[in-house]
C-alpha cells in the first residue's frame, strides 16, 4: 500500500471483537486473505474501515482514525 495500515480489532457483527491474531483467525480466517500480526492491540476505540477494492478507497467506518485524517491519502 505504500503506507502504514493499523486497525484495533477484527470480528464479525454481534460478536466479540479480537485483540489478537489468532482470535482473529479463530473467528474470521476462512473469510480472509491475511492477518498481519503485531502482538496485542492496544486502546479502546473501534477500527476504521477502509474499502479499497474501489477507486478512491471508500470510508466504510470511521473509527480511531479519523475521517479527516484519512481523507488527506486517498
Not at 36 to 53: A, E, L, N, P
Amino acid at each position: 500500500m505504500g503506507r502504514p495500515l493499523t486497525a484495533t480489532s477484527a470480528n464479525l457483527s454481534n460478536q466479540p471483537e479480537c485483540a489478537r491474531a489468532d482470535e482473529v483467525i479463530k473467528q474470521i480466517g476462512n473469510k480472509i486473505d491475511a492477518v498481519v500480526d503485531f502482538g496485542r492491540t492496544i486502546g479502546d476505540k473501534v477500527s476504521t474501515v477502509i474499502d479499497v477494492t474501489c477507486d478512491p478507497p471508500a470510508i466504510l467506518r470511521e473509527g480511531a482514525i479519523s475521517r479527516k485524517i484519512i481523507e488527506k491519502y486517498i
